[in-house]
């Protein structure tokens, strides 16, 4: 029996469970074009408001990683596991810059595909072309064989792995079917899948500065990703931590590029960044079987020494850590943004104080805007943090006096202060396979 986009899209609409036949129909009309735009958002919709169970969910997963190429890293004769971690993004979330070198300074392999920024979050690719000459869209040759000399590569989507991905993801960016478990589970992995991973990390990021707002919805989708990616073959497991505030003290692609070179040679550490990346890596590791210490890979140099090849193998400088301030591009305008009253920083507007570096130039509006690596924040305050009037809540460096100044008023009402302040945790939850 022949089968009808429209009748797939009914049974959905009406709460009924799909068949891999259908699932399979849909994505390969998705891919080769011959459903349309309208048929694949009504599509999108219905799961949006009815769902999939998990073998949906592992089928839509399968078919859309086979909807292009699957890079196979088994003719590069690698003496170690093929690991990566994805994080659903943040502010100041940079840690896959020092999280990568670090697992291969241990004995991992690290192909990362990342993003640019979305909304307010901020992209890792973004923040590595803000490196002079570094090529974040090698071809597949050259990633292949910097993750073999190296131990990793950072880099960006290419066209060729999941394309049925990109055609779903931008009709759901238009149709407000974003917000999805079963699609974001399959979105995500679908990508990782292609990239021929052996295990994954995933860092399910909660709070006021991440997509799932609440712990409830954090759950559900490292549950839901957890699952499916076992379900699929790939073994998994997620961490819930806390987007209350900004990760780290830096915000903005040159300045979090700055912070991370920083953190590797073992200065400057904050705690919470310390704790994420390490507690991240043990993970990797684990998940991976490897033994060796991530500790001992950071406080060595030895992380250090991969980054730095990294960069100069994807085309960077080859002496970046020597002359950072030489390279990374620096905003003309700096300014504190200072408090106007004592106490303790007690909550931050997480999302608010990403969004006024986007609108300082350091995100986008839209997805043909570009970036200025400059702007951003250094030295943001962190919750529990004791204040006086008078004293940087954060530095502030823009392009200008004027955006540089509506940035101050921004980030000076997204930070509470009060008589109390809480740290609070930066490890959530952890979420294994069941
Ligand atoms: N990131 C993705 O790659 N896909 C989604 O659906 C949401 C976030």
Not at 103 to 117: D, K, N, Q
Not at 268 to 291: F, K, Q, W, Y
Not at 354 to 359: K, Q, R, T
Request: aromatic content about 2%.
């Amino acid at each position: 029996m022949s089968l009808l986009p429209q009748e797939i899209i009914r049974r959905k609409r009406n709460g009924e469970t799909l068949g891999d036949d259908e699932i399979n129909f849909m994505v390969a009309g998705l891919t080769g074009g011959a459903i349309g735009d309208g048929q694949i958002a009504a599509f999108a919709m219905a799961v949006y408001f009815q769902g999939m169970n998990m073998a949906e969910r592992v089928t839509l997963t399968r078919a859309m990683t086979a909807s292009g190429q699957i890079i196979d890293w088994s003719g590069l004769d690698l003496p170690g596991p093929v690991v990566d971690k994805h994080s659903t993004g943040g502010v100041g979330d940079k840690v896959s810059l020092m999280l990568a070198p670090i697992v291969a300074a241990c004995g991992g392999f690290v192909p990362m595909i990342s993003g640019r920024g979305l909304g307010h979050t901020g992209g890792t690719l973004d923040k590595l072309d803000s490196i002079p000459g570094y090529n974040s869209t090698p071809d597949r040759a050259l990633f292949q064989s910097t993750v073999r000399a190296v131990g990793c590569a950072i880099i960006g989507q290419t066209g060729d792995l999941a394309p049925a991905d990109g055609r779903l993801y931008a009709i759901r960016d238009v149709t407000a079917t974003v917000e999805s478990i079963p699609l974001i589970t399959a979105s995500i992995l679908s990508k990782k899948l292609a990239a021929g991973l052996d295990c994954l990390v995933m860092d399910v990021k909660t709070g006021s500065g991440a997509f799932a707002v609440d712990m409830e919805m954090a759950r559900e989708l490292a549950e839901s990703i957890v699952a499916v990616a076992n379900g699929a073959g790939l073994r998994c497991r997620a961490l819930i931590t806390d987007m209350n505030q900004v990760l780290g003290r830096n915000v903005g692609n040159a300045l979090e590029v700055a912070e991370a070179l920083t953190f590797l040679q073992n200065e400057n550490l904050d705690p919470r960044l310390r704790e994420i990346v390490l507690t991240l890596a043990r993970e990797m590791l684990d998940l991976a079987g490897l033994s060796a210490d991530p500790e001992a890979a950071l406080t060595s140099g030895r992380a250090l020494e991969v980054f730095a090849r990294m960069v100069s193998q994807l085309g960077g400088p080859a002496d970046l850590v020597e002359n950072a301030i030489l390279y990374l591009p620096r905003a003309p305008v700096s300014k504190p943004c200072v408090a106007t009253r004592a106490g303790m920083i007690s909550a931050m507007d997480t999302r608010t104080i990403g969004v006024a570096v986007l609108a300082m130039g350091g995100g986008r509006r839209d997805a043909a805007d570009t970036i200025d690596p400059r702007v951003g924040l250094t030295d943001v305050c962190a919750l529990g943090d004791r204040i006086e009037v008078g004293q940087p809540l954060a530095m502030v460096h823009g392009g200008d006096e004027n955006s540089t100044d509506a940035a101050i008023a921004q980030i000076r009402a997204a930070i509470s202060i009060d008589a109390k302040g809480i740290p609070g945790d930066i490890i959530l939850e952890r979420v294994d396979a069941s």
